[in-house]
T-cell receptor
Framework: KQEVTQIPAALSVPEGENLVLNCSFTDSAIYNLQWFRQDPGKGLTSLLLIQSSQREQTSGRLNASLDKSSGRSTLYIAASQPGDSATYLC??????????????FGKGTHLIIQP | NAGVTQTPKFQVLKTGQSMTLQCAQDMNHNSMYWYRQDPGMGLRLIYY???????DKGEVPNGYNVSRLNKREFSLRLESAAPSQTSVYFCASSEQAGSSYEQYFGPGTRLTVT
């Protein structure tokens, strides 16, 4: 059964710093990996989707990498801002996680950017 | 373009009561999903509908039923609510089922069962 782990569970950094969030998964036979952002009391906002054949995706100050063979992904946030404060969730779509149609989520990294 | 909408936003039920959570999307997506989010557990898939007319169980389907009413709407029913079903429920949709498509989430329904 697919399991997704995110480290650290919480992170607090000063504004302007570059930071890396980590995600690992137990079954490397994934279809894709998706990073989401969740603000308190809100739904999830999709940030980046990486197909299993891709190594990375970029959107603005965000860069996500995927190393399928080692079961790892990182989300790099450049020049962090207080508005980046949120919980970041990693999710994978995989055969052992129920197929291509459902996502297996990590528990998230709670990020606080100090002004 | 509202995306994925869910009603109600909040609900309190007594044990044994029934209710239906409503979800609608206006993006002409074929696939729709129901997840629940519990503290310390992450989000877990309850049911999904790959296309209109089809539904399939996810990781935690017990105690729930679903209906894909039409292409836009996908409802989740609790026939006899239990305290263990206290959770935040999210509906999501994607253009197609499968690996190439992002899932887009609604704002959630916060359900408390007493």
């Amino acid at each position: 059964k697919q399991e997704v782990t995110q480290i650290p569970a919480a992170l607090s950094v000063p504004e302007g710093e570059n930071l890396v969030l980590n995600c690992s998964f137990t079954d490397s036979a994934i279809y894709n990996l998706q990073w989401f952002r969740q603000d308190p009391g809100k739904g999830l906002t999709s940030l980046l989707l990486i197909q299993s054949s891709q190594r990375e995706q970029t959107s603005g100050r965000l860069n996500a990498s995927l190393d399928k063979s080692s079961g790892r992904s990182t989300l790099y946030i450049a020049a962090s801002q207080p508005g980046d404060s949120a919980t970041y969730l990693c999710a994978v779509s995989s055969y052992s996680g129920g197929g291509a149609d459902g996502l297996t989520f990590g528990k998230g990294t709670h990020l606080i950017i100090q002004p | 373009n509202a995306g994925v909408t869910q009603t109600p936003k909040f609900q309190v039920l007594k044990t044994g009561q029934s209710m239906t959570l409503q979800c609608a999307q206006d993006m002409n997506h074929n696939s729709m999903y129901w997840y629940r989010q519990d503290p310390g557990m992450g989000l877990r898939l309850i049911y999904y509908s790959a296309s209109e007319g089809t539904t399939d169980k996810g990781e935690v389907p017990n105690g729930y039923n679903v209906s894909r009413l039409n292409k836009r709407e996908f409802s989740l029913r609790l026939e006899s609510a239990a305290p263990s079903q206290t959770s935040v429920y999210f509906c999501a949709s994607s253009e197609q089922a499968g690996s190439s498509y992002e899932q887009y989430f609604g704002p959630g329904t916060r359900l408390t069962v007493t």
